[in-house]
């Protein structure tokens, strides 16, 4: 029978998980049973075993406009419930439920049993239904999850009091990401490959995981262009747990991925059986890029790009974290290009992957963050605690990003503000632990150990500041002693130090700007900011706005040892209003000046 509570189009039907594909699937997005838990008592009073009195629209949280109920208090925990028929089809498949996100502890049953615990509020998770799910039959899922505001936990720009104010956010609680089902092989099947690029070969190392390893099975890889295959591999699938191919591409089908050509192959993933026939077959895609550092410099495919980078929060005045539809999120890039950025820091949030995928096609650089605040405690000079779920977040980004060639470099944790002292606190353990972490699972990117304030790693591939002066000759002052080695370090008050000093690693100033420009409240007397807020004094016209943002950029643009810059921010987000845009993506000032101010030469890019 059609389940009651999934409408015939749920929203965001597109497929999740863009650079893993396989054609059956099926979304679960569309309306649940939903019911909040404000004591998180629902487990004693049986919750798991009855119907829920209100309805939610998935994957939006219930905070959002799009899901229906727009609560914005506090919620302790949430449940949902709804139940699925299995398709028939899949009777000799295994069956596996994919969340894409629920924010922030989630417990899962399916038809009675417990098959899944996660925590963290930004990194993907699955549940192996295992004999639960049985192909024709219907089957009632349940998930709790619990975002309470007193513990130590990555939230990213939620408010931790009830009111949104100055750069923090309405709260997300539970899914808010795509959830669906997928079968795979029951006796092996392929799991998430690791593609990387090698360009001083010209080739990938393919490592394609595998659920198991059976006798006589083989894996194969297969490179393809517009004019068609460019090269295949295969090899033993029966020895490894996680096969490697190595995949060399002649040197006439060579073309480099960059924001000037962002050219992708396709990459066609098998599991094949004793007899030759294909077991599993999964897509995906690659590019072709290399990052590295050399001195000051940070390279990209040997050569100075200079990164006009955006501060991109990835929030919608409906969907709060979750865009409304996928062209939105492609929408985001499309305007941070329009603006003459080539480039995103996405900040403070783990992005949903398809907008990782739009940003491969379209040659954006992007620097992946994790949404780390949330850690602060009242101790002087250990005030800032992340505990071990910092790093096991942390890395299941770093496992599902690692294949999108858009990613230029990594930011594990943001603006962590503390004294360096002769004690060693656990900041330090977690920033040191966060950097290796991220250097283990992926050493062909630049990891930056913190942004902004406190560097904790002498080792740090890049190091940065941020820097919100608004007077164009006093920002210039202050970033003239990049030359000398003495660039601007932020430091705490009274001059405090909070970083281990500068190495002559590659610098960019990754947040400034930020200009207070609200033309809808310019007139209003006074600065009063609960309702608008932004750096500095509110330019009068728009023509000082875009004069001052023309002095900013062209400090940066001007130094020849700045490998690039970071712009705050790509849209207003609340009562936040700084953006190049409004909040709703309405133009906010004349973005052909602001294009033509980004796009004169960078010094960086023409020295030598």
């Known amino acids: 029978m059609p389940d009651p509570y999934l409408p015939d189009a749920p929203p965001r039907p597109e497929y999740p998980r863009p650079q893993f594909t396989r054609d059956a699937w099926l979304n679960l997005n569309g309306e649940w049973q939903f019911e909040t838990d404000r004591s998180d008592s629902g487990l004693e009073r049986g919750l798991t075993d009855r119907e829920l009195t209100g309805r939610i629209l998935v994957p939006f949280c219930p905070e959002s406009e799009l899901s229906g109920i727009a609560e914005t208090d506090f919620l302790e925990a949430v449940w949902y419930r709804r139940t699925v028929t299995v398709p028939a089809e899949w009777a000799d498949a295994r069956v596996l439920l994919h969340f894409g996100a629920v924010d922030h502890d989630t417990t899962v049953w399916a038809g009675g049993q417990e098959v899944a615990r996660h925590r963290g509020g930004f990194t993907p998770f699955t549940a192996d239904l295992g004999d639960v799910a049985v192909p024709g039959e219907e089957l009632t899922l349940v998930v709790r999850a619990r975002d309470s505001r007193h513990t130590v936990q990555a939230r990213g720009k939620q408010a931790t009091w009830y009111a949104n104010s100055h750069c923090h956010y309405t709260r997300t609680t539970g899914i808010w990401q795509t959830v669906w089902l997928e079968p795979v092989p029951r006796a092996v099947a392929l799991r998430r490959p690791r593609i990387t690029p090698d360009l001083a070969t010209g080739s990938f190392l393919v490592e394609l995981p595998l659920s198991a390893n059976v006798a006589g099975h083989r894996v194969r890889a297969t490179l393809s262009d517009a004019d068609g295959t460019v090269v295949t591999a295969e090899g033993r699938a029966d020895l490894d747990l996680c096969p490697r191919l190595v995949l060399t591409v002649p040197e006439n089908r060579r073309r480099t991925w960059s ?172 920033t040191r632990g966060m950097f290796l972490a991220t250097k283990q699972a992926d050493p062909t990117r630049p990891v930056v150990d913190a942004s902004g304030y406190a560097h904790r790693v002498p080792e740090t591939d890049v190091y940065d500041s941020h820097c919100y002066e608004q007077d164009p000759v006093a920002f210039a002052k202050i970033m003239a002693g990049l030359a000398e080695d003495r660039p601007y370090v932020n430091t705490g008050p009274e001059g405090r130090t909070w970083s281990v000093p500068y190495r002559g690693q590659p610098y960019f100033c990754s947040e400034f700007g930020g200009i207070w420009w609200d033309p809808e409240t310019v007139a209003a007397a006074g600065d009063d900011t609960s309702d608008s807020w932004g750096y500095g004094e509110r330019p009068r016209t728009e023509e000082e706005f875009v004069e001052r943002f023309r002095g900013l950029t062209g400090v940066l643009l001007g130094d020849p040892g700045m490998f690039g810059y970071c712009y705050t921010q790509l849209t207003d987000v609340f009562q936040e209003r700084n953006g190049v845009y409004r909040f709703d993506r309405s133009e906010k000032a004349d973005t052909a000046q602001l294009r033509a101010a980004q796009l004169r030469p960078a010094a960086y890019e023409e020295t030598t």
């Open 259 to 430: 924001p000037a050509d962002p050219h992708l192959y396709d990459l066609a993933l098998e599991l094949v059986g004793p007899d030759g026939e294909v077991v599993d077959i999964a897509r995906s895609y690659a590019g072709l890029r290399s990052v590295s550092v050399r001195g000051k410099e940070l390279l990209l495919n040997g050569e100075r790009v200079f990164q006009r980078l955006v501060l991109d929060q990835g929030y919608y005045p409906d969907g709060l974290m979750t865009a409304p539809t996928d062209a939105a999120l492609l929408r985001d890039i499309e305007l941070g290009i329009a603006a003459g950025f080539n480039g995103a820091r996405l900040h403070q949030k783990v992005f949903e992957e398809r907008y990782l995928y739009h940003a491969d096609r379209l040659g954006y650089l992007v620097w992946g963050e994790f949404g780390d605040w949330g850690c602060e405690t009242g101790v002087r000079d250990d005030n800032q605690r992340p505990d071990a779920s910092y790093i096991t977040q942390w890395l299941e980004a770093l496992e599902r990003d690692h294949s999108h060639p858009s990613i230029v470099g990594w930011c594990p944790l943001n603006e962590t503000y503390q004294n360096l002292h002769d004690r060693i606190t656990v900041l330090d353990d977690v």
